[in-house]
């Protein structure tokens, strides 16, 4: 007999999280710790479990290297050099970087951001040169700096596209984004198979719930960009981020979705 799949039919690429909205200009004159001497930071590497110590700027390259094609326009590099650093800052000050790893960043993009200093090329080092010490601020703090490859057309706010409540952060707000318009094909509209085991088992690891034997799915709530704030399979409800990254990011790209089907 064979295994029933559940799929989702997905709109648009979201790879990370949300890009900033309504920020002020990022500041031109180098942060604290830049002013004297560059700082190093301690890194994990989740494949070989080694820690290494690493001058930042070198860091922010690798970050900008895997997290965006290096081939795209140095502008681009740029302003994702400024986010990766400022999301670098933003962990180190405020939540000590990864403390079970006894480090200031890891490679893992669960922990902390990807990493990848094979694929650093000219043009990435430029970007980097360029707005080193950059970074974004609101009120005097930095900013919590999420981003996105493909919002859909439509950014959210960090509550209803990560479900995060810890705290306010008034300067990501929901605005119109004209970058769909030129989006990959492949990227505005895709679909995704998992089976009912692995739906089952990111139910349970990320609501703490079971959903018994999932004869179907639904999306309960839509926020005001219209994507999954809260999806009921089975017998339990999870959050749409959550079950996101239960299933995995790279594979459910987005909670931007069209439809659910249980076959």
Known sequence: MKRPFFCFLLIVLLITLFIPG?????????????????????????????KKRIK???????????????????????AQSILARTFTLHKIKYEKGVPHRGADASTSTEEFQA??????????????KMTRGEVIKHKGKYIRAWFHSNAGGKTATAEEGLAFKKE???????????????????????????????????????AGKDPGQITSASIVKKGPSGRAVTIRLGNAEISGS?????????????????SLIHI
């Open 56 to 78: 930042m700027e070198e860091y922010i390259a690798g970050v900008v290297a895997a997290e965006m094609e290096p081939s795209w326009p140095v502008e681009a590099l740029a």
């Open 242 to 258: 959550a079950l996101r990254m239960g299933l995995g990011p790279e594979r459910m790209r987005s909670t931007l979705l069209l």
């Open 22 to 50: 309504g920020c002020r200009e990022p500041e031109k004159k180098p942060i604290d710790e830049y002013r004297y001497q560059e700082p190093e930071i301690t890194l994990y590497d989740n494949n070989t479990g080694e």
């Open 168 to 206: 306010a952060t008034p300067y990501i707000q929901s605005v119109t984004d004209p970058g769909q318009k030129v989006a990959d094909p492949d990227d505005k509209e895709w679909k995704a198979s998992f089976s009912l085991d692995e739906v089952r088992s990111a139910v349970i690891q990320q």
């Open 115 to 128: 990493y990848d200093p094979k694929r650093i090329t000219q043009r990435v080092r430029e970007a980097v």
